[in-house]
């Protein structure tokens, strides 16, 4: 399943492209967006104009929106880092040489998952105390008698799952995007390879869906990106407004 | 050879996590958000600030500026009224003046034409008085020699025939006098 490590060459557990991607992406996102922040003019340049565009996005159309009030600031960065970090991270998957979506391996899915699972925890308890594990497991104006069924559907939905889809969401839709264009292209290979020429002519079918494939696979990327950034904004306002709730 | 096959099998399933990999994504991740906590988002921030500031500087500014030209446009519109109000007032004192000097001038010209008529009057009057006096001394003369040429030598005494005639003459006179009166 996984290449072998680049440092040292051919073990399986050492230093490996997936982990160089991942260290590239931090230096390409930096990068860009000091450089655009850099000059700071009232009238925009062009590369000034794309960084606003793609942190207002973020600040706006994702913090703002969900968690809303004066406090959405403070997630801001968390949110934004999220976003950038899983984009630039899915999106390798589309860039030929590099071709390896960093989250379809499972391990950078579950520390974000987890870091995100680690916040919104800690920002309900800061805010509503010990009483916040009460407000986010007992949903007011239910029936006494349908609690026993209700409280631990909630633990189980809210604490257990919770984080699993969080991660397995990113993961499973970068791992099968990955896998259905390597698949595609190895189909490819095989058919062209092939001495029947009827054989060989299918091979232009795999590769126009292939084509089509990778062009979903690059819009899931993208969209995924979103989704996650999305869906931690949504446990934070979950936890920031739990007695609401 | 056990050594691999443990390998291949913690390899085969993929939701295993690979340890490092995570550790790269965790340290990675890190540093990031401290990139973005110290010194992307501020920046961002402190842009959009100052073009918040800048627009509503630039509101500000321009209602002052509205403001201003609508106060000198009320000060031109008093300048104008005002103008126009003393204009009006030179206009009635000219007239008024005009009048004033029209009605002087009438008058002086009344005044100018009475006195010339006085002095006629009085010139009439003295050359008048001047031809009764010569007439009446002629008069006189040419009556009495007329009559004594008439009547006679007799009648050269000089003293008694002038009293007969201022006699005559002002018995005209007063009959005169009557007359006119």
Known sequence: MHLPAILPWGVADGFSKQMLLVILSVVIIATFFLLAARKQQLVPGKLQFAGEMAYGFVRNSIAKDIIGGKDFMKYVPLLFSLFFFILVNNIYGAIPVLQLPSFSHVGGAYVLAGIVYVTWIAIGIRKNGLKYFKLATVPSGVPVYILPLIIPIEIISNFLVRPVTHSLRLFATMLAGHLIVMIAGSGIEFLIMQENILLKGTSLLVLGGAIAMYMLEALIMALQAYVFTLLTAIYIEGALHADSH | ?181
């Open chain 2, 1 to 181: 050879m056990n050594q691999v096959i443990i390998s291949a099998a913690t390899e085969a399933n993929p939701l295993v996590p690979n340890v490092w990999e995570m550790g790269v994504v965790l340290v990675g991740f890190a540093v990031l958000m401290f990139i973005v906590v110290k010194f992307i988002v501020p920046m961002f921030e402190k842009t959009f600030a100052e073009r918040a500031e800048a627009i509503e500087g630039g509101i500000a500014k321009a209602e002052k500026a509205q403001a201003e030209a609508s106060a000198a446009l009320e000060e031109y519109k008093q300048q104008l009224t005002d103008a126009r109000a003393e204009a009006n007032r030179i206009r009635e004192e000219a007239r008024a003046e005009g009048a004033q000097i029209l009605a002087d001038l009438k008058e002086k010209a009344a005044a100018e034409s009475a006195r010339i008529t006085a002095q006629a009057h009085v010139q009439i009057e003295s050359e008048r008085q001047a031809a009764v006096v010569s007439l009446r001394s002629e008069v006189g003369t040419l009556a009495t020699t007329l009559a004594g040429r008439i009547v006679g030598e007799a009648l050269n005494d000089d003293e008694r025939s002038a009293r007969v005639v201022d006699r005559f003459l002002a018995d005209l006179e007063n009959q005169n006098a009557g007359a006119a009166k």
